[in-house]
């Protein structure tokens, strides 16, 4: 019996020491981030992994190159307007998919999956030339269009629209209530757990979204933060300390985005309904 608990408690050890050594390493980059802000370049390049004294002057000399308000509206208009026009109609387009039954559904449904498998370098330049022809060049309107309908959150919303109880739309149908009042007033109450996680998988991925606003936004006043601080490293002699500080201050919404919500995500990625 001793020689159980003493092998149970080896293993629970080595479990716990490896899972402790995986986060660390998952969280040191953040870490290195947060120390890297407060030395200065050269001290950054040589690998230094202690705290320095060049914070305020990074701090500085990042609001002295960047016009931090504006860079930061521009990059919560399009990753909030984008979001809630993405749940808005992937999760209407999931939801009609699973309630709606007709002999083309899943024809059209198998068709809106395969774009998953189309990848984004393909169809970069058609895009470009339909913004143009659009107008749209250079406005934060080109980055939100093509992302409302992504294929992966309208299948993610029918699955879990499986889960939705059908007697509460008989009921609602039954009391008069029209498709669209069941949408708002049932169905999204409904699935908030389902929404919340969306949420934070699509603003994360509005709000470090790169490739496609570096093509489309060509002015320095409707940039992004992930531009800026990318155009901040790249330099011919780039200061690390306020690229540093740049990136923290990139990470930081997502970070409180998810924190604020980690319950809410937890319970819509293990497909809870209440």
Same mark, same amino acid.
């Given at each position: 019996?001793?020689?159980?608990?003493?092998?149970?408690?080896?293993?629970?050890?080595?479990?716990?020491?490896?899972?402790?050594?995986?986060?660390?390493?998952?969280?040191?980059?953040?870490?290195?981030?947060?120390?890297?802000?407060?030395?200065?370049?050269?001290?950054?390049?040589?690998?230094?992994?202690?705290?320095?004294?060049?914070?305020?002057?990074?701090?500085?000399?990042?609001?002295?190159?960047?016009?931090?308000?504006?860079?930061?509206?521009?990059?919560?208009?399009?990753?909030?307007?984008?979001?809630?026009?993405?749940?808005?109609?992937?999760?209407?387009?999931?939801?009609?998919?699973?309630?709606?039954?007709?002999? $083309? +559904?899943?024809?059209?449904? &198998? /068709?809106?999956?395969?774009?998953? *498998?189309?990848?984004?370098?393909?169809?970069?330049? =058609? !895009?470009?030339?339909?913004?143009?022809?659009?107008?749209?060049?250079?406005?934060?309107?080109?980055?939100?269009?093509?992302?409302?309908?992504?294929?992966?959150?309208?299948?993610?919303?029918?699955?879990?629209?499986?889960?939705?109880?059908?007697?509460?739309?008989?009921?609602?149908?039954?009391?008069?209530?029209?498709?669209?009042?069941?949408?708002?007033?049932?169905?999204?109450?409904? $699935? +908030?757990?389902?929404?919340? &996680? /969306?949420?934070?998988?699509?603003? *994360?991925?509005?709000?470090?979204?790169?490739?496609? =606003? !570096?093509?489309?936004?060509?002015?320095?006043?409707?940039?992004?933060?992930?531009?800026?601080?990318?155009?901040?490293?790249?330099?011919?002699?780039?200061?690390?300390?306020?690229?540093?500080?740049?990136?923290?201050?990139?990470?930081?919404?997502?970070?409180?985005?998810?924190?604020?919500?980690?319950?809410?995500?937890?319970?819509?990625?293990?497909?809870?309904?209440?």
């Amino acid at each position: 019996m001793t020689l159980r608990l003493v092998k149970r408690y080896t293993a629970a050890t080595l479990i716990y020491a490896a899972l402790g050594l995986a986060a660390f390493i998952s969280v040191f980059p953040f870490i290195w981030m947060v120390i890297g802000a407060t030395n200065t370049t050269a001290d950054i390049v040589t690998g230094k992994v202690s705290f320095g004294a060049a914070l305020l002057d990074n701090i500085s000399t990042f609001v002295t190159q960047v016009d931090v308000p504006l860079i930061m509206w521009n990059s919560v208009k399009i990753a909030v307007a984008g979001t809630l026009l993405t749940l808005f109609v992937s999760s209407l387009a999931g939801y009609g998919f699973e309630i709606f039954r007709s002999k $083309m +559904r899943e024809r059209i449904y &198998a /068709a809106v999956l395969l774009t998953l *498998m189309v990848p984004f370098a393909a169809i970069m330049i =058609p !895009l470009f030339m339909l913004m143009g022809k659009a107008g749209l060049i250079d406005t934060h309107l080109a980055v939100i269009l093509p992302t409302i309908a992504w294929a992966f959150v309208i299948f993610y919303f029918r699955q879990a629209s499986k889960a939705f109880p059908s007697e509460l739309r008989d009921a609602a149908k039954v009391d008069g209530l029209k498709e669209w009042q069941i949408f708002l007033f049932i169905y999204v109450p409904v $699935m +908030r757990s389902t929404y919340a &996680a /969306a949420f934070v998988i699509v603003f *994360m991925l509005n709000w470090n979204n790169y490739l496609w =606003p !570096l093509i489309i936004l060509q002015s320095n006043e409707t940039k992004t933060i992930t531009l800026v601080v990318s155009s901040l490293a790249s330099a011919y002699y780039p200061d690390y300390g306020t690229v540093m500080i740049g990136t923290i201050l990139a990470t930081l919404p997502t970070l409180f985005i998810f924190f604020a919500m980690q319950r809410q995500f937890v319970q819509g990625m293990l497909g809870s309904v209440k």
